[in-house]
């Protein structure tokens, strides 16, 4: 994966290879500063839209799911980045990524914050990811 490419994206550069995702009103609204928009499901399923922060950018869990999409899709997407993951392992990686940048940041607690914090801690292992990360 390029970082070229995934900034070409990011600034609203070309079509697609496939089209992954419609186009609607909520998918073109704009991203705050600091984050970027992907939409998330596996093919045949409804796709759902997520705003991370990009510091998920440098976390190695979500560098995979890139790779992955980059494969599946291309980076020449047009609006958010398509994640070819099904929502609630999605959802659990963002709860491991989330967790972790806390953990790294020293911010805890709840409160509906930036990062959702889960009871157990797991940095770095990462084990049963199988249906978003392709063998």
């Known amino acids: 994966m390029g970082s070229k490419n995934l900034l070409h994206h990011l600034h609203g550069g070309g079509g697609s290879k496939k089209d992954p995702h419609h186009h ?6 704009q991203v705050r500063k600091g984050f970027l928009a992907v939409m998330v499901g596996e093919e045949g ?3 759902q839209r997520f705003v991370v922060p990009v510091a998920y950018l440098s976390h190695p ?6 790779k992955e999409a980059e494969e599946e899709y291309g980076f020449n997407q047009k609006g958010a980045i398509a994640l070819p993951c099904n929502v609630p392992e999605f959802r659990y990686v963002q709860g491991l ?5 806390a953990a790294a940041s020293g911010v805890h607690g709840g409160g509906g914050g ?4 889960h009871s157990h801690s797991h940095p ?11 063998a």
């Open 24 to 29: 609607n009103h909520q998918q073109q609204q």
């Open 45 to 47: 399923e409804e796709r």
């Open 61 to 66: 869990l979500f560098l995979q799911l890139l």
């Open 97 to 101: 990524i989330d967790g972790e940048i």
């Open 114 to 117: 930036l990062f959702r914090q």
């Open 124 to 134: 770095h292992h990462h084990h049963n990811l199988v249906a978003c990360f392709r």
